[in-house]
């Protein structure tokens, strides 16, 4: 299995609360990519957002054994957590995942 970084782009069309935040960064935390070396290099965070706009990034680490089960599990993983935060495809619709860096076995 390959540990794989991938970036997955998304708008929120409706206001993200700090409770919906910690709530959506919880949710994420366990594939933090700063658990790699390509995550603290490259200073990732699990969530940030383009200066002045409702547009947004998750950076996110999975473990599969090739690049498309690789962007499916990074989809599902960020899916549920903006459903845990109370958000949905209707109020944060997501992008294309993307792999961003390949981090070893």
Do not use: N
Not at 21 to 27: G, H, M, P, Y
């Amino acid at each position: 299995m390959t540990v794989y970084l991938v970036t997955i782009p998304g708008t929120l069309l409706t206001e993200l609360t700090p409770e919906a935040r910690t709530r959506l960064v919880s949710a994420l935390r366990p594939a933090d990519p700063r658990g790699t070396e390509l995550g603290v290099a490259e200073d990732l965070d699990i969530l940030s957002f383009y200066s002045g706009s409702s547009a947004f990034a998750l950076h996110v680490e999975v473990e599969a054994s090739d690049t498309s089960s690789a962007v499916d599990k990074a989809r599902d993983l960020a899916s549920s957590a903006l459903h845990g935060a109370g958000l949905d495809s209707g109020t944060a619709p997501l992008g294309d995942p993307v792999i961003t860096g390949i981090a070893g076995e």
